[in-house]
């Protein structure tokens, strides 16, 4: 069975960092570029980054929102979000997906994506 499966996620206060992981079942994740998003109650599901493949250079991508706090990363049929200095914004269930290869420029809106997990909840509060 095809799948990606998050986990990682819980309560952390404010300040505090979490490392979500994302892994694929299934099938190799190689050739795919991994986008993480996440979406908060009431809100509209948002790009919060995206790594290239290994043969895309495995260049990074991150919202402005998160940029210099999260770190993403990959490693075998595994991607890492590193979650630090996390704010109660943050608070959301987390996704990861894939797309071929390469995150487009509409990457953010994660609608090239596909074979999405079932999410992690991440809540940011004292």
């Known amino acids: 069975q095809v799948q990606l499966v998050e986990s990682g996620g819980g309560l952390v206060q404010p300040g505090g960092s979490l490392r979500l992981s994302c892994a694929a079942h299934?099938?190799?994740?190689?050739?795919?570029?991994v986008g993480w998003f996440r979406q908060a109650p009431g809100k509209e599901r948002e790009g919060v980054s995206c790594?290239?493949?290994?043969?895309?250079?495995?260049r990074t991508y991150y919202a402005e929102s998160v940029k210099d706090r999260f770190t993403i990363s990959r490693a075998g049929d595994t991607a890492y979000l590193q979650m630090n200095s996390l704010k109660p914004e943050d608070t959301a269930v987390y996704y990861c997906?894939?797309?071929?290869?390469?995150?487009?420029?509409?990457?953010?809106?994660?609608?090239?994506?596909?074979?999405w997990g079932q999410g992690t909840q991440v809540t940011v509060s004292s």
């Open positions: 299934g099938f190799g994740l190689d050739t795919y570029a």
């Open positions: 790594i290239n493949s290994r043969s895309r250079n495995l």
């Open positions: 997906a894939v797309d071929w290869a390469l995150c487009d420029t509409n990457w953010p809106d994660g609608t090239d994506f596909g074979s």
